[in-house]
């Protein structure tokens, strides 16, 4: 591991959810007495191949299915953030997914109290910041997100924006136009995911018609010269994540990642590790992922940790 890693560092793209490792829900699945398809963590581990963003969503979603009570949530979220405190990790905003956990009868009080203590805990024991940003699903409708904001706005203490993940070809950010309204009358910071598999001008509707102030992955931009002088000119962050964009086949390869280009263009690229136990590394494994393909120089890796601690909204 690379010495310039040791520096402190924000991370800004992370979905808790995407932090269970298979160790953890085997063991939650006992806890909670129910029964998986998978009979090992060494059987699970190998279902974990991804032809596209699909096919890792549709495991994901069974992956968590053993979160039931506030100690699994707990227990989830305090063990992220250990690992994210051994790669240097000082902030974190974390993405966590309501709708997936209402859709199954968890209270969302059950899933609030649970990442909260631990994020309290954490902030003495580890010395990290973290906060909350509850993304919501794009493969549901705007009624179920409006009435999901609804409910979350119970817990307003508790979160610092919003965001917006799952499948995203065929969901364009403009579906979300009313709750993105919403969120921004509450003084709510907004991020969506776009231009992971969609094209460009989803990113241009996040950005014009959302008024996100982030982009979650962003690859798509480098196929559009206007964008990318837009989103520099802004300082819009771009959370990408390199190693979910090898598992998910966003990019043939690593040598091909869009990151270094973007950063020379002024783009205030940050590194991000996305679904951590799902895509074979934490924050700093996509740091060297990147200074390993792309070879990036100290001064490069420093850029990107600078821009994390720029973009960060807390
Ligand atoms: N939910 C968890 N990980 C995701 C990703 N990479 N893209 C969209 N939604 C997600
Ligand atoms: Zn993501």
Not at 51 to 67: A, C, T
Not at 90 to 111: W, Y
Not at 206 to 225: C, P, Q, V
Request: charged content about 25%; some cysteine.
């Amino acid at each position: 591991m690379s010495e310039v890693l040791k520096k402190p560092k924000a991370e800004l793209h992370m979905h808790l959810e995407g932090s269970l490792e298979p160790e953890m829900l085997f063991k939650l699945a006992k806890r909670n007495n129910i029964s998986l398809k998978h009979n090992s963590v060494a059987e699970l581990k190998q279902a974990y191949k991804f032809n596209n963003l699909q096919e890792f969503l549709d495991i994901y979603y069974q992956g968590m299915s053993v979160l039931q009570t506030e100690q699994d949530f707990f227990d989830l979220t305090y063990a992220y953030l250990e690992k994210s405190h051994q790669d240097n990790v000082v902030f974190s905003e974390m993405f966590f997914d309501p709708q997936a956990h209402l859709e199954r009868g968890i209270k969302l009080a059950t899933v609030f109290n649970g990442i909260t203590q631990a994020i309290t805990q954490a902030k003495t024991t580890l010395n990290i910041t973290a906060s909350l940003i509850p993304c919501f699903l794009r493969h549901l409708s705007e009624d179920n997100a409006l009435h999901t904001f609804d409910l979350l706005m119970d817990h307003r203490d508790k979160f610092i924006g919003i965001g917006l993940d799952s499948s995203e070809l065929g969901n364009p950010p403009s579906k979300f136009k009313r709750l993105f309204d919403k969120a921004r009358n509450e003084k709510l910071r907004l991020v969506a995911h776009a231009g992971e598999e969609g094209p460009a001008s989803y990113v241009w509707e996040a950005i014009d018609i959302l008024g996100i102030e982030r982009i979650d992955h962003g690859n798509s931009i480098l196929t559009d010269e206007t964008l990318i002088k837009r989103i520099a000119k802004d300082k819009i962050g771009l959370t990408m994540c390199p190693l979910s964009n090898q598992c998910l086949q966003v990019v043939s390869d690593l040598q091909n990642h869009q990151a270094l280009t973007l950063l020379n263009q002024g783009v205030k690229v940050t590194l991000n590790s996305d679904d951590p136990a799902y895509f074979g590394g934490y924050v700093n494994a996509n740091y060297q992922a990147l200074i390993d393909e792309l070879k990036l120089t100290d001064q490069e890796v420093s850029h990107l940790i600078q821009n994390s601690l720029d973009v960060k909204f807390v």
